[in-house]
């Protein structure tokens, strides 16, 4: 599948590392480093403007390398971009860390997976059929 880009930053476009990789790397865009105290949140521009096929979306996602090296991470992840928005993908990052951490223009701030969705229509119902789980929920099936 082809999906049209507009790249207004200077860095490349995104690909895949592997041909096993489901997520592209996103690039902070930025005319100065930004940087983000411990807790404190921010959007970061990457520059990129896309545009989906009706029926799929994109998901935002933590770096693992960013999230376990650094403690910086998507709060809201993963953050979706609707087939029908037209606008700058901007990452939100958080720092979880106690330490302050600089982002720099170029760096490699998030990945973005293209994942296939189906819309469905609510029926307002009475009952659900039964299931062997139930109502059970966080942590009823017994496994850590």
């Known amino acids: 599948m082809k999906v049209n880009v507009i790249n207004k930053s200077s860095n490349p476009l995104p690909q895949y590392a592997t041909i096993g990789s489901a997520g592209m790397d996103l690039r902070a865009n930025l005319e100065q480093p930004v940087e983000l105290g411990s807790l404190e949140r921010c ?29 910086l991470s998507i709060p809201n992840a993963p953050g979706t971009i609707d087939s029908d928005y037209r606008g700058e993908i901007g990452v939100i990052l958080v720092n979880l860390s106690k330490d302050t951490i600089q982002i720099e223009h170029g760096d490699r701030i998030a990945q973005m997976v293209i994942a296939k969705y189906e819309q469905i229509e609510l029926n307002s119902s009475e009952y659900l059929a039964e299931s062997d789980r139930g109502a059970g929920g966080f942590g009823s099936t017994g496994r850590t």
């Open 43 to 71: 959007i970061i521009p990457t520059g990129l403007f896309i545009e989906l096929p009706q029926g799929y979306e994109a998901q935002i996602r933590p770096r693992s390398g960013l999230a376990y090296k650094k403690g």
